[in-house]
């Protein structure tokens, strides 16, 4: 018996794993046909899950959490088992802007602390307040915004304005000159840099290693009453998950992103990001960021839900929500490493055998222990070397400047 589900999604690269299972046969495998609904705001693809039109999600981590505190729109428990990839997201300026930065590009994006601070002198430079789009409040790419610009002494929510739009039309804005860059995920800042519009100033990668991005995102009742069929589906996203992982098959998966059912851009442009091969400028040399995106390697897809509480520590830090047991014990059941325990227990999967971690810790690949097979996590330092304690959310937060 086969099983119809309905997952929404963003054209971007990180829908891969979702679009692999489909296009590779891996959901087959375990009798689930998946129609993937293509959908251009995570405010849409938000309501779709909440109300029920769609099973399933491919959702940024942060919105997942805001949703369940009943921060955007109509509260709702969700439920995140699978991260669907880490990092994988570049902030770009536009060309006028980024003279006023170092003009390597390639030293821009190797240090992040200094480019900040680079930033920060620009902006006394510039005429205005630059504008800065982000997908959305509740995204990785907005927190991690906010936390480089107040490492060089910005206030996110008075030197700079932070304008909200969907990815898919981020190079259009910086084209119409109705924003001054934007930080989304790939391949969207690719695009805008190849238009000759834009440049890269720092990558996500550089500001958080292993960064937590999207998860597979359920209503929270739903997932409970469905226990075979998450699991099925749960099963098929780590086999797809791995084989978009591996070199060889790049080239394949970035011709079955470029359609138009998925991200409807060039083949090339989304190769060069799968692979970690960053064009920082216009008819530049690509940087090699062979870590730029991960979907399998080193536990990606596992949902730590020590960084479901590193994003409410954020949240707690921009003012969005306020801090109580409930909030924190709400935010950190989001993620379900449980599930994804369940799921897949009869696989060669291997898995973490604790559930939270301290966050920004790994200078170095690090052996673990896991609850079956080799395990080695890869480094997931911040760039300004802080580690967070989900156990200690409040000496974390007074470790910051004044700013916030």
Sequence with gaps: MTTSLRIAFLPLNDVAVLAAA???????????????????????????????????????????????????????????????????????????????LDPDPARRLADPLGTAHDFAAAIGLWRRKPVIGVVHRFSSHALMLRYWLASAG????????????????????????????????????????ASGRAEAVAIGERIWQRGVEKVLAFREPWLEENPDTVDRLLRALARAAAWCDEPDNREVLADILSHADYVDQPADLI???????????????????????????????FPWRSQALWIYSQLLRWGMVEASPQAAAQAAAVFRPDVFRRALAGSDVPMPGASMKLEGALESPLAVGSRKGDLTLGPDRFFDGRVFDPERIEDYLTGFSQLR
């Design 22 to 100: 489909r296009e590779r046969g891996f959901a087959e495998d375990e009798g689930i046909a998946l129609d993937l609904v293509r959908t251009t705001s995570w405010a849409t693809l938000r309501d779709q899950l909440v109300y029920g039109q769609v099973q399933a999600a491919h959702m940024l981590a942060p919105l997942a959490v805001a949703v369940t505190l009943g921060l955007s729109q109509q509260p709702a428990a969700l439920a995140a088992p699978f991260k669907l990839g880490v990092n994988g997201n570049m902030l770009v300026m536009a060309r006028d802007f980024a003279a006023a």
């Design 154 to 193: 910005i206030d996110p929510d008075r030197d700079v304005v932070l304008r909200v739009l969907p990815p898919s039309l981020t190079v259009e804005a910086i084209h119409a000159g109705e924003i001054d860059g934007f930080i989304a995920g790939e391949p969207w800042g690719g695009a805008a840099i």
């Design 271 to 301: 190769l060069g990001a799968l692979g970690g091969r960053i064009v920082p400028r216009a008819g530049d040399a690509p940087l090699d960021c062979p870590n730029f995106v991960l979907f399998s390697r080193e536990a990606t897809p």
